[in-house]
C-alpha cells in the first residue's frame, strides 16, 4: 500500500492527555489518510524543520523498506508532500528538493514573496475575493531575509472557506492541479476524527509519556490500516 501512494500529508495531531501532541505523516489513499509515522512530543508550540526533517527520514525509510520488500530493483516512487501552514518553512523546501520530492505547502498569509517582476509584497494581498477566480504566479521566491526559489504559488477563496489558500509548490509553473493536490491534505482530517472523539478517543487516554503515547498511536494505526490492507489481499 505504502508504494500505491503517491502522496504524504502532514499535519499535526493536536488533542492529545498531559499537553501532548503527534506530528504525523500518512499516505493519502482513496479520501483517507494511513497512518506511517509519527512524533509524540510535548505540546510547545509549532514544530521546527528539524522536527519536520526527522519524521520526513523516518517516513522515507518506511517507503524504501515497502520497495525493498515488493521489487527490489523496481522504481523509485514518486513523492508529493502536502502541509498545511505549520510546514511552510523554506528549510523544509529546501531538503524536498534536495531529496529529490516535490511538495504543495501552505503559506501564511503574512509571509513576503517577490513576483517575477521584483515586487515584493505580502501574500496575503494576492487573494482574490470569496468565490473570485484562482490566481497562479510562478518565479517567485519566497521570504524576504532569506529568499528561497524560485517557486510557484496557487492562491484561491473557495467559497464557504473563512481563509484563502496559498500553496507553495516546486512546480515550474502552478495549475488548478495544484490546489487539486492540495485538498488531499483534507483527509488527514478524517484519520484524526477517527482517532480523537470520533472513534478511539486517543484524547482521553489519560497516558501521558511521549513514549506510552507513541506505542498506542502505533497500535491504533495498525487498527485502522489493517482492515485495508485485508481487503487488497482478498482477505
Same mark, same amino acid.
Given at each position: 500500500?505504502? +508504494?500505491?501512494?503517491?502522496?504524504?500529508?502532514?499535519?499535526?495531531?493536536?488533542?492529545? #492527555?498531559? &499537553?501532548?501532541?503527534?506530528?504525523?505523516?500518512?499516505?493519502?489513499?482513496?479520501?483517507?489518510?494511513?497512518?506511517?509515522?509519527? @512524533?509524540? =512530543?510535548? =505540546? %510547545?508550540?509549532?514544530?521546527?524543520?528539524?522536527? @519536520?526533517?526527522?519524521?520526513? &527520514?523516518?517516513? #522515507?525509510?518506511? !517507503?524504501?523498506?515497502?520497495? *525493498?520488500?515488493?521489487?527490489?530493483?523496481? &522504481?523509485?516512487? &514518486? $513523492?508529493?508532500?502536502?502541509?498545511?501552514?505549520?510546514?511552510? #518553512?523554506?528549510? +523544509?523546501?529546501?531538503?524536498?528538493?534536495?531529496?529529490?520530492?516535490?511538495?504543495?505547502?501552505?503559506?501564511?498569509?503574512? %509571509?513576503? $514573496?517577490?513576483? #517575477?517582476?521584483?515586487?515584493?509584497? @505580502?501574500?496575503? *494581498?494576492?487573494?482574490?475575493?470569496?468565490?473570485?477566480?484562482?490566481?497562479?504566479?510562478?518565479?517567485?521566491?519566497?521570504?524576504?531575509?532569506?529568499?528561497?526559489?524560485?517557486?510557484?504559488?496557487? !492562491?484561491?477563496?473557495?467559497?464557504?472557506?473563512?481563509?484563502?489558500?496559498?500553496?507553495? %509548490?516546486?512546480? /515550474?509553473?502552478? *495549475?488548478?492541479? %495544484?490546489?487539486?493536490?492540495?485538498?488531499?491534505?483534507?483527509?488527514?482530517?478524517? +484519520?484524526?476524527?477517527?482517532?480523537?472523539?470520533?472513534?478511539?478517543?486517543?484524547? =482521553?487516554? =489519560?497516558?501521558? @509519556? /511521549?513514549?506510552?503515547?507513541?506505542?498506542? $498511536?502505533?497500535? +491504533?494505526?495498525?487498527?485502522?490500516?489493517?482492515?485495508?490492507?485485508?481487503?487488497?489481499?482478498?482477505?
Amino acid at each position: 500500500m505504502l +508504494l500505491a501512494a503517491r502522496f504524504a500529508c502532514l499535519s499535526t495531531l493536536p488533542k492529545l #492527555s498531559g &499537553e501532548r501532541q503527534a506530528l504525523m505523516a500518512a499516505l493519502a489513499h482513496r479520501r483517507r489518510a494511513l497512518p506511517v509515522c509519527w @512524533q509524540v =512530543r510535548r =505540546r %510547545t508550540g509549532v514544530s521546527d524543520a528539524g522536527q @519536520q526533517r526527522g519524521l520526513l &527520514e523516518a517516513l #522515507s525509510r518506511r !517507503i524504501n523498506d515497502a520497495r *525493498d520488500a515488493e521489487d527490489p530493483c523496481g &522504481e523509485i516512487p &514518486e $513523492v508529493i508532500v502536502i502541509g498545511d501552514g505549520a510546514f511552510h #518553512s523554506t528549510d +523544509l523546501m529546501s531538503y524536498l528538493s534536495d531529496k529529490g520530492w516535490s511538495y504543495r505547502l501552505r503559506l501564511h498569509s503574512d %509571509t513576503y $514573496v517577490q513576483l #517575477s517582476n521584483g515586487k515584493w509584497t @505580502q501574500v496575503g *494581498d494576492l487573494a482574490p475575493e470569496e468565490g473570485g477566480e484562482n490566481r497562479y504566479f510562478d518565479e517567485v521566491y519566497v521570504t524576504k531575509g532569506d529568499p528561497y526559489g524560485p517557486v510557484s504559488i496557487a !492562491i484561491c477563496h473557495a467559497e464557504e472557506e473563512d481563509d484563502p489558500w496559498f500553496i507553495c %509548490t516546486d512546480q /515550474p509553473e502552478a *495549475d488548478y492541479l %495544484t490546489l487539486r493536490t492540495y485538498s488531499r491534505r483534507m483527509w488527514i482530517e478524517e +484519520l484524526f476524527g477517527d482517532l480523537e472523539d470520533g472513534g478511539f478517543r486517543l484524547n =482521553r487516554s =489519560r497516558l501521558y @509519556q /511521549p513514549e506510552r503515547l507513541s506505542r498506542l $498511536v502505533m497500535a +491504533l494505526a495498525w487498527t485502522y490500516v489493517w482492515p485495508g490492507a485485508c481487503r487488497r489481499v482478498g482477505r
